[in-house]
Nanobody, 126 residues
Framework: QVQLVESGGGMVQAGGSLRVSCAAS????????MGWFRQAPGKEREFVAA????????YYANSVKGRFTISRDNAKNTVYLQMNSLKPEDTAVYYC???????????????????WGQGTQVTVSS
């Protein structure tokens, strides 16, 4: 089992920045990559970004590319999502997730992830 705990959400004005974190514990060596997803009210959960523990390769949704940066600290078993130039449409609950899959083409779909955090709210006001 892998336990994931997100932190760092909050409210910010459009154009501002936030950083959310995800601390992993438990059998973290079983996971190959970490991802961030988000879900806005009335919408489906969507992929935001992913990073591989080994090598640090990153993957982004087109909607956040150039604005968001995912990174990881292997020593701390923590993944970060730095969000810049935030827009009201970025408002959502942000979830981190861990996958044991090592095929990058799967990282974009929520079904590939084995473990999920409880989510943290990010609200961007206009």
């Amino acid at each position: 089992q892998v336990q994931l705990v997100e932190s760092g959400g909050g409210m910010v004005q459009a154009g501002g920045s936030l950083r959310v974190s995800c601390a992993a514990s438990g059998r973290t060596l079983s996971s190959c990559a970490m991802g961030w997803f988000r879900q806005a009210p009335g919408k489906e959960r969507e992929f935001v970004a992913a990073v591989r523990w080994s090598g640090g390769s990153t993957y982004y949704a087109n909607s956040v590319k150039g604005r968001f940066t995912i990174s990881r600290d292997n020593a701390k078993n923590t993944v970060y999502l730095q969000m810049n130039s935030l827009k009201p449409e970025d408002t959502a609950v942000y979830y981190c997730a861990a996958t044991e899959a090592c095929y990058s083409r799967t990282y974009y779909t929520s079904s590939a992830y084995n473990y999920w955090g409880q989510g943290t709210q990010v609200t961007v006001s206009s």
